[in-house]
């Protein structure tokens, strides 16, 4: 992605109004190369030291013992296997998107006046397949996601790192900063306080499963005031505003340090289960418009 199709860095929250329709991590290799020498020991490695030769001068693996070796084979830590997020409005869970089956369902959503006005991806399905599928064919840095709600497909998710995203040329990033980007797919999902409960449970799952992410960015156009809301009701602080290509955004920051916001609802958590209601929570939190920000 680049710079000038940003969305709302770390989360777009995009709650529309009511009645609005790289530099990848390489492991070393751990084979030797044998050569035509005829007296080469014929030498086998354990798996476990293989492992250890492997590991790089900077991992706390490779010093300190009993330290759990951390996967870097994946740069997103395995989105497709995070849990479920259990909330006040019902199960959550990302699903990676296939494109096979959710473009039509993708292209929709992106059609919606409110969500292409900041977006701008309205148009025919190859307009949205040629934005899926340089994360969906990439190194991993960004995984697009269905956002799924007591098993219906209702928003989109795109996380991604903001540390390797063209967005950590505007601000003082942190090996791992982790992005998010939102929109809610239907109108009848708008408008009802999901916003700020759905981010919450997301950032919650990042810091969760990321476990070398210090925090969760987020850069929603200043103009957005509900976005902007959604967002410290999330447990984000402001932190600064940077003039981006095609927007003037603030920049938005949830620390790991900080802890739980204290603003979710009860019951809500991020891994077993908790008595919840099965129900969509309603709230009186102001509708979240749509906030196009230039892309990662």
């Not at 505007?170 to 408008?191: M, N, Q």
């Not at 919450?200 to 200043?222: F, G, K, M, Q, W």
Request: aromatic residues 4%; hydrophobic residues 35%.
């Amino acid at each position: 992605m680049n710079v000038s199709q940003e969305r709302s860095v770390a989360v777009s929250a995009t709650e529309a109004s009511a009645g609005a329709g790289t530099d990848p991590a390489t492991p070393l290799g751990s084979g030797f190369a044998t050569g035509d020498i005829e007296d080469t020991l014929d030498l086998r490695l354990s798996d476990e030291f293989i492992a250890l030769l492997n590991r790089r001068p900077d991992d706390p693996s490779a010093t300190e013992p009993g330290h759990t070796p951390v996967d870097d084979s994946d740069l997103l830590d395995h989105v497709a296997d995070w849990r479920p997020a259990v909330t006040s409005a019902g199960v959550f869970h990302l699903l990676p998107v296939r494109l096979d089956r959710d473009l039509p369902r993708i292209t929709r959503w992106m059609n919606d006046p409110v969500v292409a006005a900041f977006w701008e991806l309205g148009g025919p399905e190859e307009i949205t397949a040629d934005h899926l599928r340089p994360q969906l064919e990439g190194d991993g840095r960004s995984a697009p996601c269905l956002g799924v709600l007591d098993g219906v497909p209702m928003s989109y998710w795109e996380i991604y790192r903001a540390d390797l995203d063209p967005l950590a040329r505007h601000y003082a990033s942190r090996p791992h900063d982790t992005g998010i980007h939102l929109l809610i797919g239907g109108a009848g999902d708008r408008g009802r306080g999901l916003g700020s409960t759905l981010i919450a449970a997301v950032t919650s799952l990042v810091l969760a499963h990321r476990t070398r992410c210090t925090r969760v960015i987020a850069e929603p156009d200043v103009r957005n005031s509900p976005s902007v809301a959604a967002f410290k009701k999330a447990g984000f602080r402001s932190h600064t505003e940077l003039q981006l290509p095609d927007k003037q955004a603030a920049l938005m920051v949830h620390d790991r340090a900080a802890g739980p916001s204290g603003r979710l609802h009860a019951g809500e958590s991020t891994g077993r289960p908790e008595p919840t209601s099965a129900g969509r929570a309603s709230t009186s939190a102001p509708p979240l418009a749509p906030a196009r920000t230039p892309s990662p």
